[in-house]
């Protein structure tokens, strides 16, 4: 009687365990394919998974400043570098995860046409992500630099917070163009790719995670960056456009 009462008192234990919560700090251009992720690993692991989305930079300070991240998921390695160099990720946790593509667009009804980089300096107002922190701007300015024509779209530049600040200025009409990646392109109807970079010109696009070092449930954010490189995952992840980076 009392052993049998002791296996109940413990499966009723186990079974209110509260569920582990996940706090994911993740770049802008993930919203869409990590909520979608999330929602379906919430049904298979039981576990909560919420986000911060948001430019990295800015994620990168608020985790440095005691936000409470379980995973930072950068658009770029500079920023996991910061986070790294400072102990704020457990380093040997750090992979980088997935790669993406730059485009520049237009408003749908837009009649601008560009067949080449060059061509942008006749564009009036480029929105881009500030060039000098948030990734997709770093990016921008990378590719411009490198085909010498940084100098002469500066003045035409409208600075914007993210990548997705970047596709709702061009979707207002309020600028004639931006820079965006191709997973953001694609995903409003308001928006059309008028110049793709060239993959062998492109500046190499990376996209980092690694678990916070204050993370409050390590095993937890480690089960769940352990997820976001399963097969369940990688088909999300590409269903979306982006470019899967195998772990050897």
Known sequence: MLRTLLVVLTSIIYATAPAAEINVYAASSLTDVLKQ??????KQSGDRVSFN???ANTLARQIEE???ADIFFSADEPQMDR???SATVIAETRRTLLSNALVVIAP?????KIASPAELATVSRVAIADPNIVPVGVYA?????RQTLWDSIVPKVIPVENVRAAVAAVESGNVDAGFAYATDARISQKVKVIF???AEEEPRISYPAAVVKATK???????FLNHLQSDAATKVFESHGFIVRRQQ
């Open 37 to 42: 992720i999330g929602a379906e690993y919430e």
């Open 53 to 55: 989305f948001a430019a």
């Open 66 to 68: 005691g936000a409470p």
């Open 83 to 85: 986070l790294v160099k």
């Open 108 to 112: 749908a009804d837009s009649q601008l």
């Open 141 to 145: 300015r990378a590719y411009l630099t």
């Open 196 to 198: 793709a970079v060239p």
């Open 217 to 223: 449930d390590r095993a937890a954010a480690e089960k």
